[in-house]
């Protein structure tokens, strides 16, 4: 069977089968703005806010030499604490979820050496990298583990790539990041072909945050009040460990997950660096929130409850790829799975004893709640938020040498089934959307059924129109992933720097991912 062929799904159960009436998918929860299935947890669920805020481990060059960072990192299975007094077996960078948070400074390169002892492959994509095509994380550039590629000919090696694009290192790989782009806060999680999903709900993904002098020298919150906040979901099964409904548990063959979670797959509990709906004490001052939507599926719109006394809840710093040129005040946060905001909250503007609560406008139901603060003590804090924060390029339409389509949409098969594809193709890394010249710019405009938020491998873009009108506020900044929407086009201005190679665009939902919403672009 061609992995093609086996990537096509029939309309039939659950969320899809409810979209063609309406036009938007209707889970069984908020039904138009949730693109994808609710799965339930089978074991009793803590109540929300009774458990810390973890703060996240950071992870250790073990060589500073040559002007690089060396980091050494296994991947590897581990039983964590993530419901109180419940085991849980996840897939972690160093065996934690999520894994050690990397931090780099801009123009020094990173070396990451990683060990895979997972009973499958794993390809490890630095997300909103400017990164060499052979450190990218290829879908098919693979580590496999000791053994494997015996195993893979036993099973007619049908299940990856065709031979031709493939590589396949055996347990350990380096990756090389050169980092020559603007400080900014990356993520890194697997991007197994046809696996991602599942293994990234398993636990392989983590931030990686880029400094430079120009933003070190801001009086932005630093230190203690400079917080990474990971937020994904999940569901727990009654032995404690993740719920997901693979086809495959043992994630060899098929891949994929039943019909009934094609949309996307949405957890019931809602996790903050690995906590479910943790709370943290702040001071009655500023603090830096590195917001990333880690959800395999969920979207998110964040809003504090109660508001502030006065002004807007958050004032927005940066995006995807760093800061912005000026602050932006936002009431509330989109944030699609993929994207970064980078987002000030002076926790002055509630009395001392407040609790604030981050919630989730779009949840019901406990997925309303994503964590709580509780504002304790007053405290100093010389920390501003200054009104130019950056000089970022600005792009104009007239760098553009070429204008391209993608349509993201669900399309019917030869075969009578659906699938989920890009100018109706499903992913084949033999073939090229587009091919572009390094260093030159293009308006690309992305077009959607349902919600599919859409992202760039190597190229970072601004949006510069919505549903054919200006940006949304919270479209500003420099971006590798942006929410489309159903039928409201979006129009980005995206520049190719950095290497030529083989790169991919894909939808950032892991299961329309998983299922082949993916394309190659080549810079040439
Ligand atoms: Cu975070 Cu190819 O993606
Ligand atoms: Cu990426
Ligand atoms: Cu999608």
Known sequence: MSPLRRRTFLVLAGGLGSMAGSGVFAGRAAASVINGELLTSRIELPEPFSVPLPVAPLAKAVRQADGSDRFEVVQRAADVEILPGVRTRVWGFDGLFPGPVFTGQAGRPVVVSVRNELPVPTSMHLHGGVTPPDSDGYPTDLVVPAGWQHHDAMAGGHHDAPAAGRQLTELTKEYRYPLDQRAATLWYHDHRMDFTAPQVWRGLLGLFVVRDSAELALPLPSGERDLPLLICDRAFDEDGDFRYPSLDPELIDPPGVEDAYMAGVVGDVVLVNGAPWPELEVDAARYRLRLLNGSNARRYRLALRPGPRDGAAFTQIGSDAGLLAEPVE??????????????????????????????????DGDTRWVMRFRVVREAADDSEVPARLADPDELS?????????????????????HAWTINGESFDPETTLATTRLGSVERWRFISDVHHPVHLHLAHFQVVARGGGDPHPSDGGWKDTVDVRPKEPVDVLVRFRGYPGRYILHCHNLEHEDMAMMGNFQVE
């Open 330 to 363: 936002l009431d509330a946060v989109p944030i699609a799975p993929g994207e970064r905001y980078d987002v000030v909250v002076d926790f002055s503007a509630w009395p001392v004893g407040s609790t604030v609560t981050l919630v989730n406008t779009l949840g």
């Open 397 to 417: 339409q007239d760098q553009a040498v070429a204008h391209r389509q993608f349509s993201f949409r669900r399309t019917r098969t030869s075969h009578g089934g």
